[in-house]
Structures are given as C-alpha cells and as structure tokens.
C-alpha cells in the first residue's frame, strides 16, 4: 500500500515537471471558435512545420486576457472575431509588414497596419422557411421593432458582431437612434439568445420567426443537412443591417517568435486558407480569385448590399458597451 | 487561500464611484441575486422532493433487489451538469429524438424551470446519501415509541422522524445550495442569469474585469451567508441520543397498495436522471454524420486524466496531515486549517479561479496558465472533499491501537505507518476517487487557468454543444458519463465495504 | 383474572427459531418478570406482543379479543425501551405528552403535571433529554408511558443502563409506582435479583420455550428444571435414588420434594448445607471464597461431585483451609429437577 502510495507520489512529480514542455510552440488566441479554426491551424503545421497550441475562448474575453496580461502575455498571435476587439487591443500588436496588405480587396481593408482583416462577413437575417414567407421579409432592420415582429426575433448582445453592428449602427445613424433601436427591440419582446449558433438553431426549433446573425452561420447547417428548415437574407440595399465587416488577426508584441506568428498571419491569407475559409465556413474571401460558396445564394454579394461605414469606425466598442450595459443587456 | 481572494477585493476596489453605481449597483444586478436565489431555493425544493421519498423507499419498505436502488439513486452524481442539461435540451428542438422520430417540436427547456429540473436531477443524490444515512442508523426504538404511544406509521414519520433528520437536511441542502450557487456550465446552456453566469459572460464578453469582481464577491458574501446560517440552524438542534443502543435494524415494511405509485415514482427518477442523459447521448452518436474521431476523443480523455490523477494524488496527500492534525491536536491553529479547506470548497469554482487569474497575473506571472498553477487550485478548491473521508476515519480510529502499537516498541512514526495507515487506506482511497471524479467533470477552473492547447472532456463538451455541436459533443458526453459512474461505483463500494468492516 | 393471553406463539428470524409455540398468561394488575439468558426469545416475545413484528402461527388474545394482527399503535399496549428512546427534539415535557393526543389542553397538561410529579421530575420539564442524567430519562421514560394510560406496559431491560448503585432504588421506585397506578406490567430482564424481587410472578425462557411460571420465591425454592435451579441462582446438582420422599445421594439419605421414585437429580443450594463437627458426609476442600458476609466453600464429595457450600463468616467459625476434610449435612430438602 504505502510502497504504491509512494510510486504514484514520484509519477505525481514527474507529471507536474514536464508539465511546461513545448514552451517554444507558436501560441495563438483564438477568438474564432475550435470548430472553425483546428483544421486551418493543422494545414498551417503542415506546411510550414511549425507547432502551435491554441487557446479559444470569445473574441472579448482574449481581449481582456490580453490586456491583464500585457508584455507577460504568453500569446504569439490574435484571432479576431471582429474588427472592433482588433482595434481595441491595436496598442498590444507589432506592426504587420506592408506587403501582406497588398493583395487584400478595398472593402476588408481597416485603417490600421497593427492588424489585418483575414476574412469577411456581413450581417444578415436569417429566418425560418417554414414560418415566414419570403414576400413577408422585413426591408429594414429597423422594421423589427415593429408590433408585426413582437415576440419573433432573436439577438445576441453578448455577442460580438451583434456588438460591432450596434457600433455601426451608433456611428452611421446616431447613437439616439441606435438606442432607441436596441431598447425597441427590448420592448418588442425579441428574445436574447448566447451566440449566433443557438440563434439560428433556434428559428429552427420554432422559438422565433428570424434572427440576427452573421452569414456564415447558416452554411454550417446547410453543409451538413440541406433540407434545415432555415434561409437567410440581406435588408434592402445598404441598410445597415447588412454590415459587412471581418475578422482578423495580429501579431503580439509580447510574442517571442514574431516571425513564426507572422508566418500563421501571411498563411491565413494564402489562397488555401481563404478557399477553406469560403468552401468550409461560408466567409467572404478577402483576396480574388477564390471560388465563391454555393451555398450562401441571396447573400453571396454583400459588396452589393453592405452600407457604407469604414471598418476603423467600430472601434468604438467602449460606447456601445456603455448602451447595452444601460438597457441591462450585458 | 486567502490571498487570492484578497485581489479579488483590490480588483473590485479599483472601481471607481461612478461606475459602481451604473455598473455594480444597478436593478440587473439585483436581478441577479433575485434569480440565483429563487434557483437556490426551487433546486433545493426539487431535490427535496424527489431525495426523501426514495430516502424512505430504500431505508423503510420491502423492495426487490435491495442493493440495486441505493447505487441507482447515487449515480446521478456521474452525470456532469451541462451534459444533464445537454440531454434535456437535445430532448426538444428540431434535431430533438422527439421530432426526428414523432415530428414533435417541443419548445427547449430553458430559464428557471430548465435550470432547476437539470441541476436537481444530478444534485439530489447528495441529500438522498444523507437522508440515507440518517434514516438507516436511527434508533428503531424512537419510531417503535412513536408507535406504541399510539401515533401512526404517517404521524410518526412526521413528529419523530422528520424532525431528526434536521441535521442531514441541514447538510445536504447546504452542500446542493453551494453547489447550485457555483454551477456555471448547466445554468448557462438553459440561459438562466445567475451571479455565476453573469460573472463569466462578464468575464467572457465585456472587459468589465471589476464588475466581475464584484459579482464574484457578492456570490462568495452569498455562500458565506448559507454557511453561517447552516451553521446557526445546527448549532440549535438538539438530536444527540440519549441511551446507547443496539445496532438493530428496523424491519421494512411491505409496500401494500403504495407499490404501484412507488414503482411508477423511482421508474420517473431513474429515467430522468440516467435513462435520459445515456438515450439522448446514444442517439446524438447513432447520428453522427462522419466517422468520430476517436484518437482525438481519445487524447482529451487522457489530458483529463492528467490533470484530474495529480489533483486526487495531491489531494490525498494533503488531506492526510491535515486530518491527523485536526483530530490528534485540536487547537486553534488545526481549527483554522480545517476551516481554510473547507472555506475552499465553498467559494464558488468561478471566483475561485477568477481571483487565481488575478493573483497569479499580478504575483506570480511565471505560473500563470501553466499546468502547475491549475493542479494547485484545483486541489485548493476540492481538498474538503478528499478530507472528509479520511476525518471521520481517524476519529472512529482513535488512538488506541497506535498507542498501542507504541508500547509495544514502535516509534511515532513507524506507529503510525505500521497501524493506523493501513486501516486509513480505504477512506483515503475513496477520498481521492471522489476527488479524482469531480475534477474530471469540472468545467469553471479549468477553463480559466488550464495551459494554452489543453482540452479536457468537460471542456469540450461544453465547447461543442455551447456552439450547438450536439453531435460532436457526443462521444465525449458518453465517455465522460461512462468515466463518471465507473468511480461512482468504485466509491460506493470502497466506502460500502469499508463501513461493513467497521461495523 | 387474565388481561393478556398468549397461545402457542411461534416466531424465526432466517431459520433460527426464537420462539418455540410459547404460551403465557398475565393477570390483571400483576407484574410479570421474563427471565432468561440473551438469545431465549424474550424481548422477541415482548416485540411480538407490541405489534412490532409479526409471528408466524399463534395467538395474541387481551381481554378476549385477538390484537395479534392490528398495528402497534391500536393496540393500547405502552412499552418502555432498554436505551429509553426518548426523543431528543423533544423536551421532558412533550416527551410525556407525546402519548395524549386524544385529550384537549388543558386535560393533557394536568396529565404531564401529575406525571412529573409521579415520577419526582418537577423543575426538569423544558429539559432536553441530552440534559438529562440517566436515571431520569429513564423514569422520563416510564412518565411518556404511563400517562398513555396504555392497559398494558411492557419494559425491556428497564435497569440495564443504569448504575449499579442507581438500580435498587430505581427498582423499587418503579414497582411503587406501578402498583400505585394500578398498572399491569410484563417485564423482561436477564439480571435474577431483578426479576425476583420486582415481580410477582416470573417466567423463565429457554431456548424459545417456557421452562417455570410461578411466584419468585416458588421458581427459586422450587425450580421445575437444573436449568430453572441453575439460572436464578447458584446451586448444588446431585444425583439419587428417589424413595417417596426420600432419596439416596452421596450427602447419606436426604428428604426431598415432591416425592418422586426411581433415578432423580436434585437441587440443593448451597445455603441448604452446613459443615458439622461429626455425623455427616465426607467431603475434602477444594477452595475457599471470602465474600464479606458469607463464604464459599469449593469442596469435592466422596465420589468427586463438586459442591458448594455458603456458611456466615461470624468470628466463631473458624476457617477451615483447602485441602482439609470435613463433613457435611444438608439443612434443607433437596428439590427433583429432573
């Protein structure tokens, strides 16, 4: 007995020694969820040989782990889901070199070289095929607010995008009017939902009418079940309800491998990786030539529908904060 | 211990007037308080009610297969609460079992009754083990009295039973009320705001690091305050008994015409807290579109092992001294030290590893997120429970036969290694499988202070099926039920015969 | 006139037997001692009249109506425990009033009153059994049951927890009361002191099966078995030829009862000998036991019979040494046990 108690003591040890090993693998913080962001990380290792190891988590909470953790930080690189939480922590990150921005389209392009835009997304509504008709669908974000809409539309404050379009929002049509608009949502009994995913699950499970999501939710479902009782849409051209916008990546200046993590940044804008992020996720490719998804049909051109607010104007996550924390949705 | 609670106050601190009162002090903060309480006290009424009649099932009427019930009634404990309010989830919906096989789309369960049906179906085996115990070592003589005094069986039960077991209810509802105060992975996926919920959303959404702060302050002054009203409703209980007693047991009654609703009651509760957790898990994986990834699923479950086996060791090494020192020399400073492990056990899992990020960040960056800091607080958080066993162990031991062994020419410590080790093995043991199974189910620490790259099956499972993934969240759910019960068994039998020795 | 009435009870546990087809009667107003060595069925018995457990075949019959298949609490029959069972969420005085919940307020103070006062526990009423010493919870215990007011009271091991120096006190303290109340009472017991100097009728159990029911000073003086003479107290075995009232033993011709003829065994307590100067049996000293009042001789008879002997140590015996001869008479007539 005491002899195993003994063993299991040393095994204990040598568990807790080796322990740190692998210190020198390229960390990564990923804001994207595992689901979408394992399988590109381990082409990355097997082009380049390089390891990584990543921590996911939402694209705020790293954000603030960033921050408490300043030059401590363990973390190489930042995956962003938004363009907002990238400038945010914009004073953390080195510099990206100037060619990497070269082949990028206009549209995915922020006004910052401490982050790049690596893939696009658009806010859409998706909504139940079942219950809404097409002719019925509403023309402007905005008409959700309306008494035809009560009880049938589901958002997610705490997430992200709807945070980054609220931002928008704020910036092109007014903070009044962007608050009216997310208290008129309150009022109108829209129901609050975690992320995007339970929202689109739940338009399929009958508990709303139609949700405000982004784009390349839906294709999940759709890729794996063709006849998922759900289909999405754009608002009337340029309403802001279409925001177009991206997700990025940076370069710690905390990392101690800056070259390697500028490698995963360059290689997330290789032609492999936008074609997985378009084939397999549903995004928007930021650089031409990749093949469109098919499966995305009404908003395949968000370039024709997007409203025109610069991707630098939703840095301001502080106020919108401010506004939902004050209608106690946060 | 203390000391990272401590930042948690310096964090909270560094508020500044204005924010706290738009931020801290507001009416969703008060909701909060006005949620996680009505949830305390709907799961301890639920757990309740289902705990004392299979209490009193198992302890009082005739049953067949007497052995089976007690195991089937402890099980639950196995199932990890997110993967229970996983399984009540997948219940309804569009992929539901329900609709793929009926066509049936219910509305999910979610909210206040989502949240207390999910966490009462896995937390009432604590009060039903307590109960248990209380009822089945009672003085038969007590009920006897009762009952030539002239009150019935009913009346009985209620004027002489009920009332001594005060003291199980006391502790059990303490255990489930903490437990339901520190829950964070089922209350979240049946979107109830709770302080723990808020604390992570907060933690994960906004960058509000002192308003979660303060909400994890506020969830521990709410802990705090279970215990010392635990502690005060004890203290004036007066169930100490009287004469000595005889080890007998009171013969159990047939079930006459209460069989049927008996039967069709326990049919209900085992369905509930097992049938469904294992059929839905079973039908998600008969759905699985591609091949699982078993080496994956494979690789998760021995990262978890790697951190759950070095928590039960450390755990148990711990628990030891600490034991020896509270029961051999009792004084203010072994008082102390007793009271800080248990104090670690209540502090809610998410303060708990929230303040450990602070303080780390703050004194100890080295540590921070590296498997060592993580295996230390989680054996900070979970020490009560390796401790318990091991307590009630040396107290029933005493010091007899060590002195005994003294006098015969042993040393203090050969004494003590030679005798007493070797019959405190078992509780030990058990101490540590009960360490090892809560921390393999354990979602809020490791989430928080796990290294970069680490993946432990609750991890995952909460990850996928946060993301909607039910189906990949599948296998790990299975394998972690499967994990669960086996040292759930392992438990029960280790502690089942270590009190048929002792007996 | 009988009150309760107990006919061929059987009882097993597994495949032990406990009872054995036992039969028993108790008389109104009487109290009534079960005596025998642990495992002879009697707090079975006591169980069993309780309602507690169920026989497999006899009858329970009290004032003439079957009670053996109501429920303990129909059968108005009290029992005090051997731990007393007191209920410890209780004070002294809902204890006592636990049994009375057929009578208004008022009536069941007046009833936990004259209780207290019956059983000299004023003062201790908002007490808390755990406050108690033992003495009182106990007579706490015989108050509950008496105020019941139950037709029939059964005790097990009423004494046993209590101390030595505590018992005889509490012993005649508990049958006062009881004769005061007119109370019937069937006690059981293992301790012989107790069961012959409370009761006024014992029974003594065997193996399941009833071996005496008599007076206490009849079962001791006259024992109906060696295992009866044995059991109450310590006794001389020996072996004879009966004759009428007569038998040939190695103690010479002894008188004995009842007459009996043919091969006999014969109880003699050691009281019934005396060492005589001359004239009587042979018998050689094995040991001697200093007793205080009383000593004890070992001796060996002729034909190597163990026997006993008590003489009162008064300064004018001399003390006889072991391994002396000395001669021996019996001052009593032996009783046929067998």
């Not at chain 1, 995915?108 to 859409?124: F, H, Q, V």
């Not at chain 2, 209620?158 to 009332?163: A, D, E, G, T, Y």
């Not at chain 2, 068994?489 to 270590?498: D, E, N, Q």
């Not at chain 3, 919940?101 to 059994?129: C, I, N, W």
């Amino acid at each position: 007995m005491t002899s195993s108690l003994r063993l299991s003591l040393l095994a204990l040890a040598g568990l807790i020694a080796a322990a740190p090993a692998h210190a020198d693998d390229l960390t990564v913080y990923s804001g994207r969820g595992e689901a979408f962001m394992a399988p590109i990380l381990k082409v990355f290792e097997e082009q380049t040989g390089i390891k990584t190891k990543a921590r996911y988590g939402t694209t705020a909470e790293l954000a603030a782990l960033l921050r408490e953790e300043g030059a401590k930080s363990p973390a190489d690189v930042f995956i962003a889901q938004d363009a907002g939480a990238l400038g945010a922590t914009a004073d953390l990150m080195e510099p990206l070199p100037a060619g990497l921005f070269e082949g990028q389209m206009a549209a995915y392009r922020g006004g910052n070289d401490s982050w790049i835009g690596t893939s696009g997304r658009a806010r859409t509504l998706v909504y139940s095929s079942e219950r809404v008709a097409a002719d019925k669908l509403p023309q402007s974000v905005y008409d959700l607010v309306k008494p035809e809409w009560k009880g049938k539309v589901g958002f997610a404050p705490k997430n992200a995008s709807f945070q980054a379009f609220v931002t928008a929002m704020r910036v092109k049509d007014g903070e009044d009017k962007a608050r009216a608009f997310v208290k008129g949502l309150v009022d109108n009994g829209a129901r609050t939902y975690a992320n995007n995913v339970s929202q689109v699950q739940a338009v399929a499970d009958g508990e709303v009418d139609v949700a405000l999501v982004n784009s390349y939710y839906l294709t999940r479902f759709k890729l794996r079940d063709a006849k998922f009782p759900v289909s999405q849409t754009f608002f009337a051209k340029g309403d802001i309800g279409n925001l177009l916008f991206v997700s990025g990546a940076g370069v710690l200046k905390a990392s101690d491998d800056k070259s390697d993590a500028t490698k995963l940044v360059e290689f997330m804008l290789s032609p492999v990786a936008q074609q997985y992020f378009s084939a397999s996720v549903g995004e928007y490719p930021v650089i031409k030539g990749v093949i469109a998804n098919d499966t995305l049909g009404p908003v395949a051109k968000p370039e024709d529908f997007a409203p025109d607010v610069k991707l630098e104007a939703l840095n301001d996550t502080e106020g919108t904060k401010k506004l939902l924390t004050e209608l106690n949705l946060l | 211990m203390l000391v990272p609670l401590v930042y948690l106050v310096v964090r909270a601190a560094e508020t500044q007037a204005t924010e706290l009162a738009f931020l801290v002090f507001r009416p969703a903060t008060a909701q909060l308080l006005a949620n996680t309480l009505s949830l305390v006290v709907c799961v301890l009424a639920l757990s309740t009610a289902i705990a004392l009649p299979l209490a009193v099932l198992v302890t009082r009427c005739r049953l067949p297969f007497p052995w089976l019930w007690p195991v089937l009634f402890t099980l639950p404990l196995a199932v990890p609460g997110y993967v229970m309010a996983y399984a009540l989830i997948g219940l309804s919906g569009y992929y539901g079992p329900l609709n793929q096989v009926f066509g049936m789309r219910l509305p999910r369960l979610e909210g206040l009754s989502g949240a207390t049906l999910a966490l009462s179906l896995y937390v009432y085996p604590y009060l039903f083990l307590n109960l248990r115990t209380v009822l089945t070592t009672l003085d038969p003589a007590l009920e006897e009295s009762a009952r030539s005094l002239g009150h019935s069986a009913v009346s009985t039960f209620l004027r002489v039973v009920l009332p001594q077991l005060k003291a199980a209810f006391l502790s059990g509802w303490l255990v489930i009320a903490l437990y339901t105060l520190g829950d964070y992975g089922a209350i979240a996926l049946m979107r109830y705001d709770v302080f723990s919920s808020a604390i992570y959303s907060q933690y994960a959404g906004a960058f509000e690091v002192y308003y979660a702060a303060w909400l994890a302050l506020m969830l521990i002054a709410l802990a705090g305050l279970f215990l010392a009203a635990e502690a005060r409703a004890a203290r004036r209980l007066h169930l100490a008994r009287t004469g000595t007693g005889t080890a007998r047991v009171l013969p159990r009654a047939p079930l006459g015409r209460m069989a049927l609703p008996a039967a069709l009651f326990i049919a209900l509760v085992v369905s509930a807290s097992l049938g469904l957790p294992v059929s839905v898990i079973l039908f998600w994986l008969s759905r699985a579109p591609e091949a699982i990834d078993w080496p994956a699923v494979a690789a998760t479950a021995l990262q978890t092992v790697t951190i759950a086996g070095p928590v039960a060791l450390l755990a148990m090494a711990a628990a030891l001294p600490v034991a020896l020192v509270t029961t051999r020399f009792p004084g203010r400073a072994a008082f102390l030290a007793e009271r800080m492990v248990y104090l670690g056990y209540a502090v809610p899992a998410l303060p708990f590893a929230l303040a450990m990020v602070f303080f780390s960040l703050a004194v100890i960056p080295f540590f921070y997120q590296s498997m060592t800091l993580l295996i230390a607080t989680l054996t900070l958080h979970f020490l009560a429970l390796a401790l318990g066993p091991v307590r009630s162990r040396l107290l029933q031991l005493g010091p007899r036969t060590e002195e005994a062994a003294r006098s015969l020419g042993h040393g203090a410590f050969a004494a003590f290694r030679r005798v007493t080790l070797p019959q405190l093995m078992r509780a030990l043991v058990a101490g540590g499988l009960l360490v090892f199974m809560v921390v393999a189910k354990e979602l809020p620490i490791t989430l928080l202070l796990s290294p970069t790259g680490t993946q432990t099956l609750a991890m995952t499972v909460f990850a996928r099926s946060s993301e909607g993934a039910l189906v990949d969240a599948a296998p790990y759910a299975g394998l972690m039920i499967l994990f669960s019960s086996l040292f759930v068994g392992l438990v029960l039998t280790r502690s089942g015969r270590a009190a048929g020795k002792t007996s | 006139m009988t009150l309760l009435s107990i006919e061929t009870l059987t009882k097993r546990f597994g495949g032990v037997v406990a009872l054995d087809r036992l039969s028993l009667t108790i008389t109104a107003g009487e109290i009534h001692a079960l005596i025998g060595p642990s495992g002879c069925g009697k707090s079975t018995a006591l169980r069993l009249i309780a309602g507690f457990e169920q026989a497999e075949s006899g009858a329970i019959t009290m004032n003439g109506r079957r009670i053996d298949g109501l429920k303990p609490e129909a059968r108005d029959i009290g029992m005090v425990f051997q731990d007393y069972a007191l209920f410890p969420h209780l004070t002294v005085a809902d204890n006592i009033a636990f049994g009375l919940r057929r009578l208004d307020k008022s009536a069941r103070e007046a009833a936990v009153r004259d209780h207290l006062a019956l059983m000299r526990l004023q003062g201790l009423e908002g007490r808390r059994p755990d406050q108690l010493s033992g003495g009182q919870q106990q007579r706490v215990a015989l108050a509950r049951s008496l105020a019941a007011r139950p037709r029939l009271l059964l005790l097990d091991e009423p004494f046993s927890n209590l101390d030595a120096s505590l018992r005889e006190t509490a012993r005649r303290e508990m049958r006062d009361v009881l004769r005061a109340s007119g109370m019937t009472a069937l006690f059981v017991t293992h301790d012989r002191e107790e069961a012959l100097s409370l009761s006024d009728r014992v029974t003594v159990l065997k193996a399941g099966r009833v071996e005496q029911t008599d007076r206490p000073d009849r079962v001791y003086q006259r024992p109906a078995s060696a295992f009866v003479a044995g059991f109450l107290g310590r006794t001389n075995l020996l072996q004879g030829m009966a004759e009428g009232g007569r038998a040939r033993t190695v103690l010479g011709p002894l008188p004995i009862e009842p007459e009996a003829h043919g091969p006999v065994t014969l109880s003699l307590r050691p009281q019934g000998l005396a060492l005589v100067a001359e004239g009587g049996a042979e018998a050689t000293v094995t040991d001697r036991i200093y007793r205080g009042q009383e000593v004890t001789y070992l001796l060996r008879a002729a034909d190597g019979t163990a026997l006993q002997l008590d003489t009162t140590d008064a300064p004018a015996t001399p003390a006889v040494a072991p391994g002396a001869r000395v001669q021996l008479e019996a001052v009593a007539p032996g009783v046929v046990v067998g």
